[in-house]
């Protein structure tokens, strides 16, 4: 019901006198925050950190930019495609990846981005090496090519939103509860019966298979992708966003990653050093509030409506 | 045949220069279990802290050197005091998500202070020249640099075996309760290691200026090659990470002469591999798992 309202609300915000160019900057915000909710999914809710998250990202764009180039450029099709080639290489990563835990794991998931993004540089027949891939076609749906600016917005929108209530569902669910007893505690979770390397393999092809939605979005927004886009200090970057919006709230990511785009850009237009800025604010919410704006929007929420008993 | 010598005399000399960073990440993850993303921002730091010496002060290029690691020794204690002190107790995780955002605020200071431009150091004066090699000309600066790479190397391993500050940090490595129980004050011994380590990867910033360059995102490559280096030889095993180092250094030069790019997808995938099979390193026995 929340998502529907707020949805409803970014979806009429480019009729209501938004300028074009914080129409595009949003897109690219709510685009991050699939990827950052997809992370959640990893780090928040299975306690799986990954540094390698660039990866399913980036795998998604290049998938979906070389299909529309060459095959169709209509949406669905070219989604399928993607989710089918993040998917299948989520299966064959996870299954060797998700033996480990903690730091082996996050560094691990770096060495395999490494691996693809050395491909992506040195593959030049498909992906066109250190230029990346460029003039990736708009998309098309029912025949109707979506234009850039508001079309693609409301379509980023509504995969937002259906992102968020499918993922909203699956935390809820008896996997998602499951996925939080491990991430409490791997060796007592395994004591009382749970499954800890299945429920944590499926766990990682999920978030790939989402984040990959939203490296097929971001390609159609920029036209097309470079190798940059599977380089380990983007992996760094959303994780920056999911942490600092807030780990396991789904809601926290989605904020964190609007505000990581709206600040970067702030930022960068105003003063040159936005990189310094930024990782003090990430450290100062490392080190202070481990539950990151959503947990401290949630703390002043419950101050001024506390809840009687 | 040539090509091939001077691609493993690259590989050796780098491999003799990696060991200064990847000791020092690998000394402050035995120790403190302290995964170090700052490690190669550190290293630019060096790299800028030779620029202010030598533009800034007016130094010569050797006072300059030695500068280097003194100026950034300070700013490593104040990062270990206030950032990485207060989160020892919070999973090993936390440490690679703090120093990760580290880096991003020294990266950003370097760019604020200097630019994002490259500089080009030339090396020293006497240095300027080529060596022959078996009808190979081959820089002297950097043979000289990978000599001085091993000499400082060789005192991290001699001061770590035969002195008694070097005891205390093998007994912390081993057992930090015990250490601590018998009387070993772990939490200075960290702060001082920690200093160290951050030292050594400066004076390899300042050391590799005159071959590498001195840019803002220097460290990027260099923390991940040492990342890999020390994996290999299992983190947190000094001796593992030696011969780390060079399987990663000779790997690189040696196989980005052949096949270019696809080299380093290679290694990175054996690493993965044999992180997942080994946990504990290839060469010997870490403690990550």
Same mark, same amino acid.
């Given at each position: ?309 | ?26 000394? !402050?993850?035995?120790?403190? @279990?302290? #995964?170090?993303?700052?490690? +190669?921002?550190?290293? &630019? %730091? $060096? ?117 008694? !500050?070097?005891?205390?940090? @093998?007994? #912390?490595?081993?057992?930090? +309760?015990?250490?601590? &129980? %018998? $009387? ?106």
């Amino acid at each position: 019901m929340t998502i529907a309202v707020v949805a409803g609300l970014l979806a009429i915000l480019p009729f209501v006198g938004a300028a074009p160019f914080t129409i595009t900057l949003l897109t690219e915000g709510l685009i991050f925050a699939i990827w950052a909710m997809s992370l959640d999914i990893l780090v928040g809710y299975t306690g799986l950190v990954t540094f390698g998250h660039a990866a399913a990202f980036g795998l998604g764009s290049y998938a979906a930019g070389f299909f529309a180039r060459e095959v169709t450029t209509d949406f669905f099709v070219t989604l399928l495609f993607a989710e089918v080639v993040v998917i299948a290489v989520a299966v064959t990563i996870g299954f060797v990846v998700t033996r480990v835990s903690g730091i082996a794991f996050a560094i691990i998931s770096l060495c395999i981005a490494q691996v693809l993004f050395q491909i992506a540089v040195a593959w030049r027949d498909v992906t066109e090496g250190m230029d990346g891939l460029v003039g990736v076609p708009l998309p098309k749906m029912f025949g109707v090519t979506i234009n850039a600016g508001t079309e693609l917005y409301l379509l980023t929108v509504v995969t937002l939103a259906a992102v968020c209530i499918g993922l909203r569902r699956l935390v809820e669910s008896p996997f998602g509860r499951t996925l939080q007893a491990i991430r409490t505690n791997e060796d007592r979770a395994a004591a009382v019966g749970i499954n800890v390397r299945l429920n944590k393999w499926l766990a990682f092809i999920i978030s790939w298979a989402v984040a990959g939605v939203g490296g097929t979005l971001m390609v159609f927004l920029k036209a097309g992708t470079t190798p940059m886009s599977l380089h380990w200090t983007e992996s760094g970057n959303v994780l920056v966003m999911t942490i600092f919006g807030g780990l396991g709230t789904l809601f926290g990511p989605v904020i964190g990653a609007i505000s990581f785009v709206f600040l970067r850009d702030e930022f960068t237009t105003r003063f040159e050093a936005w990189q310094l800025a930024f990782g003090f604010v990430f450290v100062v919410v490392v080190l202070a509030f481990p539950t990151g704006l959503a947990g401290i929007i949630a703390r002043v929420w419950r101050s001024l409506w506390p809840v009687r008993s | 045949m040539n090509f091939f010598f001077v691609s493993v005399l690259n590989g050796v000399v780098y491999g003799c220069f990696l060991l200064l960073t990847s000791l020092g990440l690998s000394l !402050v993850f035995g120790l403190g @279990r302290v #995964v170090n993303f700052a490690h +190669g921002a550190l290293y &630019a %730091l $060096g790299g800028y802290a030779l620029i202010v010496g030598m533009h800034g002060a007016g130094a010569g290029y050797w006072p300059a050197l030695i500068l280097a690691p003194l100026l950034v020794v300070p700013v490593a204690i104040l990062i270990e005091r206030v950032a990485i002190f207060p989160i020892r107790h919070r999973p090993e995780i936390y440490t690679l998500l703090v120093t990760f955002g580290i880096s991003f605020m020294i990266v950003g200071a370097i760019e604020y202070a200097f630019g994002t431009g490259t500089t080009l150091l030339p090396p020293p004066a006497p240095f300027v020249t080529t060596v022959d090699i078996f009808g190979n000309q081959y820089p002297v600066y950097r043979l000289l640099a990978a000599v001085v790479s091993l000499f400082v190397s060789a005192g991290v391993f001699a001061v770590i075996l035969f002195t008694p !500050v070097g005891l205390r940090i @093998r007994a #912390v490595t081993d057992d930090p +309760g015990m250490a601590e &129980a %018998l $009387g070993v004050n772990t939490k200075w011994l960290l702060t001082l290691v920690f200093g160290c380590a951050a030292g050594l990867a400066a004076f390899a910033g300042a050391l590799g200026a005159p071959i590498f360059a001195v840019h803002p995102e220097m460290g990027t490559n260099i923390l991940l090659d040492s990342f890999l280096a020390v994996i290999l030889g299992g983190l947190g095993n000094l001796a593992g990470s030696v011969i780390g180092a060079f399987v990663v250094a000779l790997a690189k030069s040696i196989g980005g002469g052949y096949v270019t790019d696809w080299s380093i997808a290679v290694l990175f995938l054996v690493v993965a591999i044999a992180l997942i099979f080994r946990p504990t390193g290839v060469f010997g026995r870490g403690r990550v798992a």
